[in-house]
């Protein structure tokens, strides 16, 4: 590999620190909202709770039904500000505490939309509302147990070849690891990470990458992830970018130890990649979200011609992309949603709702865009239907 050493990234201004600050009293009012959803989805499962007591022969099956509500209500907001400010925590206690509270809360928001349809449909059918809201929340439990407990931790390996417009015939066939959205943190173990870095070798890559989100929150698990990142093995080294999450906290001391590992976090730079007789220009920007990224800068200097791959992990940017005749933008930061239709993931997803690139493969032109997955998780830690992905990306001269 040869590299053609990059100016020294610029300061960013004054204004990223507010912004990265900002967050904090918006995220406060996010938090009472969806303390507000909280209660209000778990009127149903509390009918419905009462009514497998009571089938169960509980003596006083409302008493049972209101204990459990009011514990469910009382502890969101203790675990959605842990998850706001990431600490190491025992794993007994996210097994049996956190992850259970987890199936029962997405199943009390999986309830929300079917138990208003019970509302209405069970008194014109005859039917009991009340075992309507128990198999409803039940079904929830079941779905939603599969998604925190199982599909969550179960990931897959894909494959996904690019051509790309006038790369140079050596470079056909280059293979790059690409992983994405990590989210290391007390839902998400060290050793899960470990699990994915051990497939992503397994592939013997010529390049390995990682497009941001490394954090879920705070610095507490730098170490960790530091160690993961220089754990990656590809013939021409690993290169990440950065995302909002690793903002969400203090980035800096995490580009250090990223170094210190082995690994290269590219902010607003790139460098040539170089096989054989071929080359290729890798770059990246810095995170969208705090307004660090300059795609120019990023570009800057590239040679004339040259194949063009970008770290960008919003994908938003490919609009930015595609006009500087970029080849390959590479981004994450969705996850797909996390939840989507199981077999339509591309089509009936969350983050499709938000974002015009979401998940998978887009062109324009002669620029393409691929959309990670994601391998970890934020907000409430489940996946339906997205499963998390190690991606093998393999160029081919066209």
Request: hydrophobic share 45%; proline share 6%; with cysteine.
């Amino acid at each position: 590999m040869t590299t053609e050493a990059p100016p020294a990234p610029s300061v960013p201004p004054p204004k990223t620190a507010t912004r990265a600050i900002g967050h904090r009293p918006r995220m406060a009012t996010f938090l009472y909202l969806l303390l507000a959803v909280t209660a209000v989805a778990h009127i149903g499962p509390m009918i419905g709770i009462a009514e497998l007591a009571r089938q169960l022969g509980a003596q006083r099956p409302w008493l049972v039904s209101g204990a459990v509500v009011t514990i469910g209500v009382a502890l969101f907001l203790g675990r959605a500000r842990a998850g706001m400010s990431d600490h190491h925590r025992s794993r007994w206690l996210t097994l049996l505490v956190d992850e259970p509270y987890y199936v029962h809360w997405t199943a009390c928001i999986f309830s929300l939309v079917p138990s208003i349809i019970a509302t209405i449909v069970c008194p014109l059918a005859g039917w009991s509302m009340s075992v309507a809201f128990m198999w409803i929340y039940l079904a929830g439990l079941v779905v939603c147990g599969y998604g925190v407990l199982v599909r969550r931790r179960v990931f897959v390996v894909k494959k996904v070849e690019v051509p790309i417009t006038g790369l140079h015939p050596s470079l056909d066939g280059y293979r790059i690891a690409h992983l994405s959205d990590l989210h290391i943190g007390a839902m998400t173990p060290r050793s899960r990470a470990e699990a994915w870095v051990r497939a992503a070798n397994a592939l013997a890559p010529d390049l390995a990458v990682i497009t941001g989100d490394m954090v879920t929150n705070g610095t507490e698990f730098h170490n960790d992830i530091a160690d993961i990142v220089g754990n990656l093995r590809a013939k021409n080294g690993t290169f990440v970018s950065m995302g909002n999450h690793d903002y969400f906290g203090e980035g800096e001391p995490l580009t250090t130890l990223i170094a210190d590992k082995g690994g290269r976090v590219l902010r607003n730079e790139g460098l040539v990649i170089s096989r054989d007789e071929g080359a290729f220009y890798l770059a990246a920007i810095d995170d969208t979200w705090t307004r660090r990224d300059d795609i120019d800068a990023a570009l800057r200097e590239r040679p004339d011609g040259m194949s063009a791959v970008l770290l960008a992990h919003d994908p938003e940017r490919f609009r930015d992309a595609y006009k500087r005749d970029v080849d390959l933008t590479l981004s994450g930061h969705t996850h797909g949603g996390q939840i989507a239709l199981p077999f339509f993931a591309k089509h009936v997803t969350l983050s499709k709702l938000t974002h015009h690139y979401h998940l998978g493969i887009y062109t324009r032109g002669k620029s393409t865009l691929y959309v990670h997955p994601g391998l970890g998780t934020t907000g409430p830690p489940i996946r339906l239907g997205v499963a998390p992905a190690v991606v093998l990306i393999t160029l081919r001269a066209v």
